[in-house]
Nanobody, 123 residues
Framework: QVQLVESGGGLVQAGGSLRLSCAAS????????MGWFRRAPGKEREFVAA????????YYADSVKGRFTISRDNAKNTVYLRMNSLKPEDTAVYYC????????????????WGQGTQVTVSS
């Protein structure tokens, strides 16, 4: 069992930056692919980024590629999402997720979810 707790959300102006953190409990954190999803008001939850076990392989949605960076520290059981050049359309609740055998874009294939942290980007 893995429990995920996000932090770092908040209000930022367009063009600004935020770093989200996701602290995981459980001894097997390093075994999981970790990812971030988001849900904007009135929209479905969408994939943002993912990172494999060792941290060498990362994947991004086209909408955030070049602006967001996902990373992980297995010693601290934590995954991060650095968000630069934020846009108003990045406003959403951001969710941390973990899974063993995932299809990145398919949220149903992820095993564990955090409660979410709100990110609001003002224009």
């Amino acid at each position: 069992q893995v429990q995920l707790v996000e932090s770092g959300g908040g209000l930022v102006q367009a063009g600004g930056s935020l770093r989200l953190s996701c602290a995981a409990s459980g001894r097997t954190f390093s075994s999981y692919t970790m990812g971030w999803f988001r849900r904007a008001p009135g929209k479905e939850r969408e994939f943002v980024a993912a990172i494999r076990l060792s941290g060498d392989n990362t994947y991004y949605a086209d909408s955030v590629k070049g602006r967001f960076t996902i990373s992980r520290d297995n010693a601290k059981n934590t995954v991060y999402l650095r968000m630069n050049s934020l846009k108003p359309e990045d406003t959403a609740v951001y969710y941390c997720a973990g899974g063993l055998d995932v299809i990145f874009y398919n949220s149903k294939t992820w095993d564990y979810w955090g409660q979410g942290t709100q990110v609001t980007v003002s224009s």
